[in-house]
């Protein structure tokens, strides 16, 4: 599980969904997508925690228009191949999963500067 330190910028609440602003300890400012926010008991500019999986980081190597909102730029520490999947390395203790067959179509390397993306609804807030 991946995890990055926040704070809550601001929260638009209607009916049973909820919109989440947190800037990043890194500076970025994602947004996260929930459903019953209430029930976490946040409170503005409180601490945070963004948790998502390893296989919900989406890996580019260029800058690219998406429908996700939330993009990080990574560079990559290490990686390790396995027979079906590739597990990336990056600063933070973040990490990503992807399939062999997209690594290659990537030709992503070791000190490569790269780009994650996750989608605002991927994302779990923790107090």
């Known amino acids: 599980m991946n995890?990055?330190?926040g704070k809550i910028l601001s929260v638009h609440?209607?009916?049973?969904?909820s919109l989440v602003k947190v800037e990043l300890k890194r500076g970025e400012i994602f947004n996260v997508l929930m459903l019953d926010f209430p029930s976490l008991q946040a409170k503005l500019?409180?601490?945070i925690e963004l948790l998502f999986k390893e296989d919900e980081l989406i890996l580019s190597p260029q800058e690219v228009l998406l429908g996700v909102e939330n993009q990080l730029s990574l560079e990559i520490q290490?990686?390790?191949?396995?027979?079906?999947?590739?597990?990336f390395f990056f600063k933070e203790n973040l990490s990503a999963l992807?399939?062999?067959?997209?690594s290659k179509l990537?030709?992503?390397n070791t000190a490569q500067k790269i780009f994650g993306y996750i989608k605002p609804s991927d994302i779990m807030l923790k107090v």
């Open 13 to 17: 609440h209607k009916d049973e969904i």
């Open 78 to 87: 290490s990686f390790k191949k396995g027979e079906i999947l590739t597990q």
């Open 3 to 5: 995890v990055l330190a």
């Open 106 to 108: 990537l030709n992503l």
């Open 45 to 47: 500019n409180s601490n």
């Open 98 to 102: 992807l399939s062999n067959e997209a």
